[in-house]
T-cell receptor, first 114, second 114 residues
């Protein structure tokens, strides 16, 4: 089954404790992206990657890091989480042949930073 | 800056009736794609319908159709014969040629009443 998976689905942590949210896709997609969803703001892009070793900032990159060492994986790293990073996070991927290709979303990760 | 505005935070509709969700956007680009995504209580982001900006014909997917008015920068979604399973938050989004980011509206929560 073609899918985007994220782990963990739920995470409660404390300020300053480094964490990683994993994202993996099995569709051989070149393009991957991270979004955060906050009430009243919709989804906002954090980082995206056009291919292996190619990443770039989205609208709200502060406090986040990403890496793309393999085509299928695109982890999101919070080096020192803060309460304002409490949010619902989505990973998405698309074939990358065209910017117009449909993006497929993972199930979401609910992060709470205390 | 590209912006997407959904002016209706919440809407309620009786089962089997029709509801229309509004979306306006602001861009100086001429080549872009528009999308409606559905987010049910499971939080999964599901593509409902997509529209190419260069196409005059409005997109239709079963009970879902759009009214795309390019000059007015308007992209409304009509849900016909509403079903209980349509209860969800609906997001309008667009992506344009010079960017690989989906820009989302704040969302409209639709509740279908039995």
């Amino acid at each position: 089954e073609a899918q985007v998976t994220q782990n963990p689905r739920y995470l409660i942590t404390v300020t300053g404790k480094k964490l990683t949210v994993t994202c993996s896709q099995n569709m051989n997609h070149e393009y991957m992206s991270w979004y955060r969803q906050d009430p009243g703001l919709g989804l906002r892009q954090i980082y995206y990657s056009m291919n292996v070793e190619v990443t770039d900032k989205g609208d709200v990159p502060e406090g986040y890091k990403v890496s793309r060492k393999e085509k299928r994986n695109f982890p999101l790293i919070l080096e020192s989480p803060s309460p304002n990073q409490t949010s619902l996070y989505f990973c998405a991927s698309s074939s990358g042949d065209s910017y117009t290709d449909t993006q497929y979303f993972g199930p979401g990760t609910r992060l709470t930073v205390l | 800056a590209q912006t997407v505005t959904q002016s209706q935070p919440e809407m309620s509709v009786q089962e089997a009736e029709t509801v229309t969700l509004s979306c306006t956007y602001d861009t100086s680009e001429s080549n872009y794609y528009l999308f409606w995504y559905k987010q049910p209580p499971s939080r999964q982001m599901i593509l409902v319908i997509r529209q190419e900006a260069y196409k005059q014909q409005n997109a239709t997917e079963n009970r879902f159709s759009v009214n795309f008015q390019k000059a007015a920068k308007s992209f409304s979604l009509k849900i016909s014969d509403s079903q209980l399973g349509d209860t969800a938050m609906y997001f309008c989004a667009f992506i344009f040629a010079n960017d690989y980011k989906l820009s989302f509206g704040a969302g409209t929560t639709v509740t279908v009443r039995a």
